[in-house]
């Protein structure tokens, strides 16, 4: 078995590290692993293990068919049998299908507005579902959509997993008091409701002034980072709130924190709640996505509603003065995170699926 992980980019988001995680672990599993981007590199791209094989396709455009054609003839020559398309790369694994018969392909809807799936646009999904031979969803809702309104025989709910590299150099110091940091990882998009948290923190200030506020991901430059650093300003929170762009050093990032937060709107399967997991950070998030199923029942964290900003307030002032309590929900998310959402049991679930193609 021949699998090719086919994304978009490599930039460091949730749908591109669950197609870095895949072609990692399944190059010691499978007799060969691949990862083709389409339009962009990225950071991610120095995690991806020597083992993997990697094509850049330099993609101009969605009917790219030079680029279509250099996939199609990669595929042949490496004997590849099965391309797992990530998000909306789905249409380029369609359309190298016209070119290589006998090739199955594998779609993994990471949709993250899981919560407004009645305005999704579905023209181009619906047509090019008839050549998908497997839907690979990451919460129940996804599930339900894909059977209700995609051509696909089987679609399947497989959670995702997530792994904290200690190999990769610690090049990220947080500033601020230890014991007193409060991280979220999140890519700078207006669903990720920073903004909401930045409020609620600058609240938080004035029973916990040395606490900090560290908000890690990608800036897009565009007007909601704007926002951003704009509320940052007006409200002179420069000294306890801190901006990093895209950081392959995560687990040396969480090392060094003591909350996780992800006050989002909308969810599909966060990485980011894994990730928090991994490192034993107690967490607060937002009741959405599959983000109550991460934390089990009993949930081994704190749920607040979406933009709650008194429940949100609430929560996160609990964990920072009660360090018992921190200490417990963080010991249970970590046990929780390890036990169901390892690599090697996602990773076995994933290969039985390919089999049966």
Same mark, same amino acid.
């Given at each position: ?8 980019? &490599? ?9 870095? *995680? ?5 190059? /010691? ?5 691949? &990862?083709?981007?389409? /339009?962009? =590199?990225?950071?991610?791209? $120095? ?43 789905? @249409?380029?694994? !369609? @359309? ?6 006998? &090739? ?16 999704? #646009? ?27 309104? @995609? ?26 008091? $230890?014991?007193?940091?409060? !991280? ?10 920073? &903004?909401?948290? @930045?409020?609620?923190?600058? =609240?938080?200030?004035?029973?916990? #002034? ?86 089990? *029942? ?11 900003? =008194? ?12 360090? +018992?309590?921190?200490? /417990? ?15 090697? +049991?996602?990773?076995? +679930? ?5 089999? =049966?193609?």
């Amino acid at each position: 078995m021949k699998v090719l992980q086919l994304i978009d980019t &490599l930039h460091a988001g949730g749908a591109e590290r669950v197609a870095l *995680n895949y072609a990692n672990e399944l190059s /010691r599993r499978t007799e060969g692993a691949y &990862l083709c981007t389409t /339009r962009q =590199e990225g950071a991610l791209k $120095d995690q991806l293990k020597p083992e993997v094989g990697y094509l850049f396709l330099r993609k101009k455009s969605a009917l790219d068919f030079i680029a279509i054609f250099r996939l199609a003839r990669y595929v042949k020559k490496n004997d590849i049998t099965i391309i797992h398309a990530h998000g909306t790369s789905f @249409l380029t694994a !369609v @359309l190298c299908k016209l070119f290589v018969g006998n &090739l199955k392909i594998v779609w993994h809807d990471h949709y993250g507005k899981s919560e407004e799936l009645e305005n999704r #646009p579905k023209l181009i999904l619906k047509l090019a579902s008839r050549f998908i031979n497997l839907i690979v969803v990451v919460n129940p809702l996804l599930k339900n959509w894909g059977e209700a309104h @995609l051509q696909v025989k089987k679609v399947i709910y497989l959670t995702n997993f997530s792994i904290l590299d200690e190999a990769i150099p610690a090049n990220t110091t947080l500033s601020g008091f $230890d014991g007193k940091r409060m !991280v979220c990882l999140a890519n700078f998009r207006p669903q990720k409701n920073h &903004l909401l948290l @930045l409020s609620v923190f600058g =609240e938080l200030l004035k029973e916990f #002034p040395e606490w900090t506020l560290h908000l890690v991901g990608k800036n897009f430059g565009d007007a909601y980072f704007h926002q951003i650093q704009q509320y940052i300003d007006a409200n002179h929170l420069q000294k306890s709130i801190f901006i990093y762009d895209s950081r392959d050093d995560i687990h040396h990032i969480l090392s060094q924190s003591d909350i996780g937060v992800l006050p989002s709107q909308s969810e599909g399967f966060p990485l980011a709640l894994l990730e928090y997991g991994l490192a034993g950070l107690p967490v607060v998030v937002s009741n959405v996505g599959e983000c109550a199923g991460i934390l089990g *029942n009993p949930p081994q964290g704190l749920l607040v509603g979406p933009n709650d900003a =008194e429940q949100l307030k609430a929560s996160l002032s609990l964990l920072m003065s009660d360090k +018992k309590t921190a200490a /417990r929900l963080g010991a249970g998310f970590k046990n929780r995170v390890q036990k169901h959402f390892s690599p090697e +049991k996602i990773i076995r +679930k994933l290969l039985t699926c390919y089999s =049966e193609l």
